[in-house]
């Protein structure tokens, strides 16, 4: 059985046939014990907590064998192998509830029954799992328990980054497995500290990162993060941009190209801010944060067409005008089917004399929320430090990494982690094909409806210029061309609208999931 990328979650890797499932944790590379550095379960946050407490045992179970990776080991495949994968499987997946070995997180079990020593690897997909921790400590204690096991010995790892589809991508893209707008859609609200903040907090956390200032007219980067290389280099053999670096982050802004700032017409910035982007020798990242320029106009639209986006995170301010902004950024990422996963309302209060003060007003991004669904708010204080470190060169959150606007981040990290993760989980198996029923199975993300479609309806609905004459409208693909036996050879999702389809004769077909629900279904098919 060939391994697949557990590619919706930031967790682990999956050894199954079947479509895989997931978690949302996930720790470093592939080929290299990490260690688990990050916060420890009591300097976490409640968020943590509940979150950690929501990883349950199951109490009846069945051991997956085949979905295991097993090591060269001193006895044959049996009785122990069994009573440690039966005792792993009481070990369940918060998010999505299936156990550890059915998922196909253990790898590399070598047990040797007559020492009592049993090793194993749990390999996630992202270093920056909130309850990494968790896992660790529950499949020791849980294969520990048995009679005969002396020694457990439990490694962590992780699959090499890398984006749902990486193959039309630009290279520097393809070895990136989150790229995380944050936007408000409105100049002086905070974007780039949040930015900034948030992917130091998913570095802490153990993920690898990057970040991309956007803004060509006006880059903050470089006042933000004490780099010190502030000029950015030019690989002469490749063409390519070599980041720099701010305490392991690597970094990119228009500001280090030597430039300042610019000035320019719209479409010299896209061309500008394109090649920044995918030039850049990004290497292998977990996330890539991009702080998105104001407005909804040409460069907006270009960086949302030519990286796949994850997600993106919304920062407003307590203000009305501020969301009437902001709305236009969530319809427009609506529109181009970029999940929006947190608001971070900025500037919303301070403390003084036992009292707490809202000097903007309050409700604009409790607004956001309930208007368009985003499922989490996050709240930040007016600190004369968390203004300061964004002009001294060192993100508050490194600056003071235990106070109370540094715990907000940390919960914020661990929003976008798991709803990350749960994005890459259900893209990768919106759209899979059946072999017992000989259908495709439909189940498009943030929706609770599934249904099954035939092959063929599938291909005789391509509305690509192979089918369809673009300036008659004529239908050059005939119902008959397309016999009612033929299956899909493979299917793949393309970011989060459509997927792309091989057929036997060869042809490759993007169905986009809005096309896919307006075919004819399958009835009676379970």
Known sequence: MQAVQASSSPHFSIHSSKPPHSSTCSLVTSSVNVKCSGFSLREQSSLWTSYNKRVILKSSFSAKAAS????SSSISTGTAE???LKALSQIIDPDFGTDIVTCGFVKDL???KALGEVSFRLELTTPACPIKDVFEKQANEVVAVLPWVKNVNVTMSAQPAKPLFAEQLPAGLQTISNIIAVSSCKGGVGKSTVAVNLAYTLADMGARVGIFDADIYGPSLPTMVSSENRILEMNPEKKTIIPTEYMGVKLVSFGFAG????IMRGPMVSGVTNQLLTT??????????????PGTGDIQLTLCQIVPLTAAV???TPQKLSFIDVAKGVRMFSKLKVPCVAVVENMCHFDADGKRYYPFGRGSGSQVVQQFGIPHLFDLPIRPTLSASGDSGMPEVVADPQGEVSKIFQNLGVCVVQQCAKIRQQVSTAVTYDKSVKAIRVKVPDSDEEFFLHPAT???NDRSAQSVDEWTGEQKLQYTDIPDYIEPEEIRPMGNYAVSITWPDGFSQIAPYDQLQTMERLVGVS
């Open 68 to 71: 295991v990776e097993v090591g």
């Open 82 to 84: 069994d009573d440690v």
């Open 110 to 112: 070598q047990i040797d």
């Open 259 to 262: 430039q300042g700032r610019a």
């Open 280 to 293: 850049t020798e990004w290497g292998e990242l977990d996330y890539l944060v991009i702080d998105m320029p």
């Open 314 to 316: 919304i920062v407003t």
């Open 458 to 460: 599938v291909r005789r």
